[in-house]
């Protein structure tokens, strides 16, 4: 880190269950050159992540909230009660999330519960915790 000036607070956010609004949860400091905008913020993976793309269950995916969108960019959306870390493309008005290697595609329309949160900007993957064979 560069110091204090060279650092910034991202809010991790996590996702309220019972009102389906984001809150921040806690915050983490990060060099200011690793975050992409102001307003970008970290959500948690959840199991499936998206595997095919590299990331996994808790890995700390870093959210550009300001950035449009474009077909085959990897984003985060809620979907209902749930996080989606998918690929997406457009077809006409429906959005289609890439289901590869995280479970089947998404497609959804006007009338489904959805928010495109925001394009992810980066991965930040915590260090595993190596478990030690008890006989030893």
């Known amino acids: 880190f560069a110091g204090a000036t060279g650092t910034m607070p991202v809010p991790l956010m996590a996702l309220n269950p019972a009102t389906g609004a984001l809150d921040a949860d806690d915050h983490v400091t990060l060099d200011r050159r690793l975050v992409s905008a102001?307003?970008?913020?970290?959500?948690?993976?959840?199991?499936?992540?998206?595997?095919?793309?590299g990331i996994l269950q808790n890995d700390l995916v870093l959210v550009h909230p300001s950035?449009?969108?474009?077909?085959?960019?990897?984003?985060?959306?809620?979907?209902?009660?749930?996080?989606l870390v998918r690929a997406m493309t457009r077809r006409g008005a429906t959005l289609v999330l890439d289901g590869s290697g995280a479970g089947d595609d998404v497609e959804l329309s006007s009338g489904d519960d959805f928010v495109v949160l925001g394009v992810v900007a980066?991965?930040?993957?915590?260090?595993?915790?190596?478990?030690?064979?008890?006989?030893e």
Do not use: K, Y
Request: glycine residues 8%; positive net charge.
């Open 38 to 53: 102001p307003d970008a913020f970290l959500v948690r993976a959840l199991p499936h992540g998206a595997p095919v793309h």
């Open 67 to 83: 950035a449009r969108a474009r077909d085959g960019d990897l984003i985060v959306a809620r979907v209902g009660a749930a996080l």
């Open 122 to 135: 980066g991965v930040i993957r915590p260090p595993r915790r190596v478990e030690q064979d008890a006989t």
